[in-house]
């Protein structure tokens, strides 16, 4: 996914899938750590997420400013993401004698970590309602090119203050197409180094870098670590391995930050994707499928003129 700022607004959401279903879905669509659906976990699932779970998760969840997500799996600042995340890095530091986005990467030691100076993780530490304050800055202007300079300005205020108070990277975040904006705080960390990330053919198997065509079949993840006044960040919110992975059935949240959601899509473009756009990709993929498959002719050579 291609890093676009408009998308940076929504960095945390969580999504509810079911692993038994044939096709891997959100069963309970995406949902901001400040409005978590605890009424429906509790009737559906018998499930109530606490503060401090959803804390948790949130501190063990990062954005990076390359549009990727990520999370903490250790104590010392250990970052599991995506290989795509790492690529721009893997080609930087690439030289004659060592091509690392072709044959890979791996650290043995912490002083072989590959720097990574322009690349910066975010974690979401705050988020404060400033719908009134962004939508009052408008009231009474009824041009909408004003009203939106208006809101622009107050924005821009807004993030201003938010900085010089208290020193860490802040952001007004637009949610439901202007209904609510939330002033997102966020701890940066820039000093990121490299430990692993897998040969490009390992990782970008099936021709998806977002690993959504053969999840299973690629290894499609790089590991970062943070470090914070020179030291590996040491957290306490990082996520913990399982050998067994997800059972049938279980319930899953997914913490990171998408690139959209068609979360206030219209009955009409509803119906446009089911009826217009969905068949017709269907159809499309449909014809590439029986090519692959078809044999090519044979060609009649002694007919060829030499």
């Known amino acids: 996914m291609q890093f676009r700022q408009i998308r940076s607004i929504v960095f945390l959401s969580v999504a509810f899938l079911l692993a038994a279903a044939p096709v891997i879905r959100a069963e309970e669509g995406m949902w901001t750590f400040d ?19 959803l804390d948790h998760l949130r501190l063990s969840s990062v954005r990076l400013n390359d549009g990727g997500s990520g999370s903490f799996v250790s104590s010392d600042g250990l970052l599991l993401t995506n290989h795509h995340v790492a690529r721009g890095q893997l080609q930087k530091n690439s030289t004659a004698e060592h091509d690392y986005l072709a044959n890979g990467f791996y650290a043995t030691s912490p002083d072989q970590e590959m720097k990574s100076p322009d690349l910066e993780v975010n974690v979401l530490v705050g988020m404060t309602d400033v719908t009134a304050r962004v939508q009052g800055a ?6 909408d090119a004003q009203a939106l300079k208006a809101r622009e300005t107050e924005i821009a205020a807004i993030t201003k203050e938010s900085k010089d108070k208290t020193g860490l ?4 975040v637009s949610f439901y197409q202007g209904g609510e904006y939330w002033l997102y705080t966020y701890k940066a960390y820039t000093d990121v180094r490299l430990v692993f990330a897998p040969e490009q053919q390992a990782a970008f198997y099936g021709g998806d870098p977002d690993n959504f065509t053969y999840p299973r079949y690629d290894l499609d993840m790089a590991l970062f670590r943070v470090y914070d006044n020179g030291k590996p960040l040491h957290t306490d919110n990082f996520l913990k391995w399982s050998a067994k992975g997800a059972a049938p059935d279980e319930l899953i949240f997914i913490s990171g930050h998408p690139g959209s959601t068609e979360r206030d899509d219209t009955v009409a473009e509803l119906l446009l994707q089911r009826d217009v756009i969905g068949p017709a990709v269907t159809e499309y993929l449909q014809r590439r ?4 498959h078809r044999p090519l002719p044979r060609r009649d050579l002694s007919r060829r003129a030499w």
Do not use: C, H
């Open 169 to 172: 990277r802040s952001d007004v």
């Open 138 to 143: 408008a009231k009474g202007i009824s041009d």
């Open 35 to 53: 409005n978590p659906p605890l009424k429906l976990l509790k009737e559906k699932y018998n499930f109530t997420p606490t503060q401090a779970w």
């Open 289 to 292: 499928v029986l090519r692959q």
